[in-house]
């Protein structure tokens, strides 16, 4: 980093927080404050549903995602437009017709308050965390880089946040968005043509394509079914449809941005530009990291990617096994080198013969590689027993500050900052506007001037950034960033899902029926998740609690004495 | 209100049937990517 790149990080980050601040002040009332006067356009609402989707987790994990697994977490995302399309014709135009501010004042019109209120404890508990996760991804990256506590990190990063998030409300966290969606695309785009730039000037694009399809990495499409395999289509047209329904259609970070449309039309276009443009993103950030693991097969890797840290290690009485693992690791490398030299003759001659032969030999060498690279994070938590060794997420900003030029660096690393502020400041509106309509509002002060729950919301603004950070500490112990969002959201969204697919779907069902079957939804989710990890991917706790609220509501409604019925909405 | 006329085409219905039918054929190109290049 030198001072072009702190100008163009700073002066990005700085510029984003001046102007949304600057050209949202002044907000008098919720309406304008929670919804933005709706005013928003169809292509402002798609622009800003897919910048609170994409945090700095997706440009951080992503690309080492597929350095490590290949492009099969691509399946994923197939659930994405199907869920567009059913929250379109079904969801949306309820929301509108109640004019609602969050999706769970729905829930008290089809139910009652208490089904409303665990809805939105369900959202405010699991956006609370993943807020923390949001923001911890970049408090990371500058941790990383500037040797910095992650305390102050997560402070100096929140406090961007909240300074535009609270003086703007959505007005300003929509019109941020679209001047970080530009950053964030621009900066990505330019990093996939670098880390193709920087290939051998004799391998071709279609080389490229083959070196990465031969050793694996172009697996976007996997069809073997397995409960425990996380990625294959299967997952992600069944489980991950779930998932979306649950996200899109009843998270408030997301619903918020579409009730802030100018008219139905607007929000249902919103989403189906996200529908059509979401695959086509994340196939582009993961062909990055493909770009980057060919690099890495023609420049030697370190064999630990956060370099801080191993320095760290390098100071202890551990420096001498850490230097004996990294000439070892030199010397594999070597041979390692050797198979991709005949790999890219075979391939380059039509050699299949070679290219087998090739591989054999990469994959030996491969493994004895993922041995010392083991060996070597062993050795790190024997030195520093509190460091976390899992260094994927550090793959890509790796390569970045170790081989992209200045100015570079800088507008990728304000394309980081960019993702997790674009990303938080949904969630820290979101997580404001429910515990204000939903929570204080109802249940607390029902009868107070627009203006005090104007000042409440950005009240419970500055309370949940404040939280976040709080569990911004706790996202250090997880394994895989990008993971370990998707782990938490599936861990409640399912049961949230059921409880609105019985509102909208099963009018016959009611309110005691759907409350006592959301909890054993939730509880048989959390048993899952604590007992059998393992033999059941995480996606497919989104149909589990699902389908459990909805059958257990069933049943318990055959054997409810009928109450008395409540009006649905039509 | 949700009759409102959606943009370009005549009904949402064409819209829908637009974005299942990309999502369909980019699982079709992927697919045939994976297995051209593994």
Same mark, same amino acid.
């Given at each position: 980093?030198?001072?072009?790149?702190?100008?163009?990080?700073?002066?990005?980050?700085?510029?984003?927080?001046?102007?949304?601040?600057?050209?949202?002040?002044?907000?008098?009332?919720?309406?304008?404050?929670?919804?933005?006067?709706?005013?928003?356009?169809?292509?402002?609402?798609?622009?800003?549903?897919?910048?609170?989707?994409?945090?700095?987790?997706?440009?951080?994990?992503?690309?080492?995602?597929?350095?490590?697994?290949?492009?099969?977490?691509?399946?994923?995302?197939?659930?994405?437009?199907?869920?567009?399309?059913?929250?379109?014709?079904?969801?949306?135009?309820?929301?509108?017709? =109640?004019?609602?501010? $969050?999706?769970?004042?729905? *829930?008290?019109? #089809? @139910?009652?308050?208490?089904?409303?209120? +665990? /809805?939105?404890?369900?959202?405010?508990?699991?956006?609370?965390?993943?807020?923390?996760?949001?923001?911890?991804?970049?408090?990371?990256?500058?941790?990383?880089?500037?040797?910095?506590?992650?305390?102050?990190?997560?402070?100096?990063?929140?406090?961007?946040?909240?300074?535009?998030?609270?003086?703007?409300?959505?007005?300003?966290?929509?019109?941020?968005?679209?001047?970080?969606?530009?950053?964030?695309?621009?900066?990505?785009?330019?990093?996939?043509?670098?880390?193709?730039?920087?290939?051998?000037?004799?391998?071709?694009?279609?080389?490229?394509?083959?070196?990465?399809?031969?050793?694996?990495? =172009?697996?976007?499409? $996997?069809?073997?079914?397995? *409960?425990?395999? #996380? @990625?294959?289509?299967?997952?992600?047209? +069944? /489980?991950?449809?779930?998932?979306?329904?649950?996200?899109?259609?009843?998270?408030?970070?997301?619903?918020?941005?579409?009730?802030?449309?100018?008219?139905?039309?607007?929000?249902?276009?919103?989403?189906?530009?996200?529908?059509?443009?979401?695959?086509?993103?994340?196939?582009?950030?993961?062909?990055?990291?493909?770009?980057?693991?060919?690099?890495?097969?023609?420049?030697?890797?370190?064999?630990?990617?956060?370099?801080?840290?191993?320095?760290?290690?390098?100071?202890?009485?551990?420096?001498?096994?850490?230097?004996?693992?990294?000439?070892?690791?030199?010397?594999?490398?070597?041979?390692?080198?050797?198979?991709?030299?005949?790999?890219?003759?075979?391939?380059?001659?039509?050699?299949?013969?070679?290219?087998?032969?090739?591989?054999?030999?990469?994959?030996?060498?491969?493994?004895?590689?993922?041995?010392?690279?083991?060996?070597?994070?062993?050795?790190?938590?024997?030195?520093?027993?509190?460091?976390?060794?899992?260094?994927?997420?550090?793959?890509?900003?790796?390569?970045?500050?170790?081989?992209?030029?200045?100015?570079?660096?800088?507008?990728?690393?304000?394309?980081?900052?960019?993702?997790?502020?674009?990303?938080?400041?949904?969630?820290?509106?979101?997580?404001?506007?429910?515990?204000?309509?939903?929570?204080?509002?109802?249940?607390?002060?029902?009868?107070?001037?627009?203006?005090?729950?104007?000042?409440?919301?950005?009240?419970?603004?500055?309370?949940?950034?404040?939280?976040?950070?709080?569990?911004?500490?706790?996202?250090?112990?997880?394994?895989?960033?990008?993971?370990?969002?998707?782990?938490?959201?599936?861990?409640?969204?399912?049961?949230?899902?059921?409880?609105?697919?019985?509102?909208?779907?099963?009018?016959?069902?009611?309110?005691?029926?759907?409350?006592?079957?959301?909890?054993?939804?939730?509880?048989?989710?959390?048993?899952?998740?604590?007992?059998?990890?393992?033999?059941?991917?995480?996606?497919?706790?989104?149909?589990?609690?699902?389908?459990?609220?909805?059958?257990?509501?069933?049943?318990?409604?055959?054997?409810?004495?009928?109450?008395?019925?409540?009006?649905?909405?039509? | 209100?949700?009759?409102?006329?959606?943009?370009?085409?005549?009904?949402?219905?064409?819209?829908?049937?637009?974005?299942?039918?990309?999502?369909?054929?980019?699982?079709?190109?992927?697919?045939?990517?994976?297995?051209?290049?593994?």
């Amino acid at each position: 980093m030198n001072l072009l790149d702190w100008t163009i990080l700073f002066g990005t980050l700085i510029s984003i927080v001046l102007y949304g601040t600057w050209k949202t002040r002044g907000a008098k009332n919720i309406e304008g404050y929670l919804k933005g006067d709706n005013t928003m356009k169809w292509w402002m609402i798609g622009v800003s549903i897919m910048a609170t989707q994409a945090s700095a987790v997706t440009f951080l994990s992503t690309p080492g995602q597929a350095m490590e697994d290949g492009m099969r977490f691509l399946q994923f995302y197939f659930g994405l437009p199907l869920a567009m399309v059913i929250i379109s014709v079904t969801m949306v135009p309820i929301y509108y017709r =109640l004019k609602v501010y $969050t999706a769970y004042e729905y *829930l008290e019109t #089809r @139910f009652d308050l208490k089904t409303r209120t +665990l /809805a939105a404890g369900l959202f405010l508990m699991l956006r609370g965390l993943s807020a923390g996760i949001t923001l911890f991804a970049p408090a990371i990256v500058l941790s990383t880089i500037l040797g910095w506590n992650i305390f102050v990190t997560t402070a100096l990063i929140g406090l961007f946040v909240i300074i535009y998030t609270v003086s703007g409300g959505t007005k300003a966290v929509s019109l941020t968005q679209r001047t970080q969606m530009t950053i964030i695309m621009g900066g990505m785009i330019l990093a996939g043509a670098m880390a193709y730039r920087l290939l051998p000037s004799h391998i071709s694009f279609g080389d490229t394509l083959q070196i990465a399809g031969e050793l694996g990495k =172009l697996n976007i499409v $996997t069809t073997d079914f397995s *409960l425990s395999d #996380r @990625f294959n289509i299967w997952s992600g047209l +069944l /489980a991950s449809t779930f998932l979306f329904l649950s996200y899109f259609g009843t998270d408030q970070s997301q619903v918020s941005r579409y009730l802030g449309g100018k008219s139905l039309t607007e929000s249902r276009m919103g989403l189906i530009f996200n529908g059509l443009l979401k695959i086509p993103m994340q196939f582009m950030i993961l062909f990055i990291g493909v770009l980057v693991f060919v690099f890495y097969l023609f420049n030697q890797p370190p064999v630990f990617h956060n370099q801080p840290l191993k320095n760290s290690v390098a100071k202890t009485v551990y420096a001498d096994t850490l230097k004996n693992l990294e000439e070892k690791y030199s010397g594999i490398y070597q041979q390692k080198q050797k198979a991709v030299t005949n790999l890219v003759t075979g391939i380059q001659q039509d050699n299949q013969a070679l290219v087998e032969e090739s591989k054999l030999n990469y994959y030996h060498a491969k493994k004895r590689e993922d041995s010392i690279r083991t060996k070597v994070k062993k050795t790190i938590s024997a030195a520093l027993p509190a460091a976390k060794t899992q260094d994927r997420d550090y793959m890509f900003l790796n390569f970045v500050l170790s081989y992209l030029p200045h100015g570079i660096i800088g507008l990728l690393l304000a394309v980081m900052f960019s993702a997790a502020m674009s990303s938080m400041a949904s969630e820290l509106n979101a997580l404001a506007s429910t515990t204000t309509v939903d929570i204080y509002k109802r249940s607390f002060k029902q009868e107070a001037s627009p203006l005090h729950y104007l000042r409440a919301s950005r009240f419970f603004t500055i309370m949940w950034a404040l939280i976040a950070m709080a569990f911004a500490m706790l996202a250090n112990q997880a394994e895989n960033l990008i993971q370990f969002v998707n782990i938490v959201g599936s861990l409640f969204y399912g049961t949230i899902l059921g409880i609105f697919l019985v509102a909208f779907y099963l009018k016959s069902v009611k309110s005691n029926a759907v409350f006592i079957a959301a909890l054993v939804g939730e509880a048989s989710v959390l048993l899952c998740y604590f007992f059998y990890y393992d033999e059941i991917a995480f996606l497919y706790y989104n149909i589990i609690g699902c389908v459990l609220v909805v059958a257990t509501a069933l049943i318990l409604q055959l054997f409810t004495p009928r109450e008395e019925i409540k009006k649905a909405p039509k | 209100m949700s009759d409102q006329k959606p943009p370009l085409f005549k009904n949402w219905s064409s819209w829908y049937l637009l974005v299942l039918g990309v999502m369909a054929a980019q699982v079709l190109v992927f697919y045939w990517i994976t297995n051209l290049f593994s």
